[in-house]
């Protein structure tokens, strides 16, 4: 399985970081080794000093797909969940003023934490989802899927029209405002609504 994920999906968390609002979705990939899943602990990586949450719903892929169609990308999948696209914003940074790829702040081990899924049935309105965050019991990113840009269906024809997308790859939608750094000894809690999703300790 693979993991693709969007950058810049929330207008208000573009404007943040200074970053122009785009009109094509951005995309950049994790590994599978990026995954922490089960609420493992996140040990802080020795090569920054500046990792930040970005708390993101996750959508899981059905059905292989190549240049799907927006009239059936809501077929290509079936469960979603939250997660944290952690990010060495530090390395980012530097590696952005060069003009160079973001892999390295993005695709490191346990950069992508990842809560259980659940059948995308189980929501009413995928379109008006409401999730957040919360960092040593106090929210600190509140998000919307009526704020995304491109929304979970766009995303699935634009990214399909480069990578085929297989059963079981996920899609990380982007990040609302709110983005932060972490230390070592947080707690950072994702929800959807108001269900527990993740608990994750920052080790
Ligand atoms: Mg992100």
Redesign the pocket.
């Known amino acids: 399985m693979k993991i693709i ?1 969007v ?1 810049r999906n929330y207008i208000n968390h573009a404007k943040e970081l200074n970053n122009p609002v785009p009109t094509e979705p951005v995309i950049f990939m994790k590994p599978d080794t990026a995954i922490l899943k089960d609420n493992k602990d996140f040990y802080y990586p020795e090569f920054s000093d500046d990792v930040h949450y ?1 708390v ?1 719903l996750v959508v899981r892929i059905c059905n292989e797909g190549k240049h799907v169609a927006s009239k059936f990308a809501h077929k290509y999948y079936d469960a979603i969940g939250l997660g944290i ?1 952690f ?1 060495a914003r530090d390395v980012q940074t530097k590696l952005k003023e060069r003009g160079l790829p973001w892999e390295l702040a993005k695709s490191f081990d346990h950069s992508a934490v990842m809560s259980p899924l659940l059948a995308k049935t189980e929501f009413p309105n995928l379109n008006e989802l409401e999730f957040s965050l919360k960092k040593n019991g106090e929210t600190v990113q509140v998000g919307n899927t009526k704020n995304m840009i491109f929304d979970i269906q766009m995303l699935i024809v634009y990214i399909s029209k480069y990578i085929t997308l297989r059963k079981g790859d996920l899609i ?1 939608t ?2 609302p405002e709110g983005v932060g750094p972490v230390s070592i000894g947080d707690k950072l809690e994702g929800f959807i609504a108001e269900k527990a999703m993740f608990s994750c300790q920052v080790k």
């Open positions: 994920a950058g970005e993101e696209d990010t990380y982007g990040t």
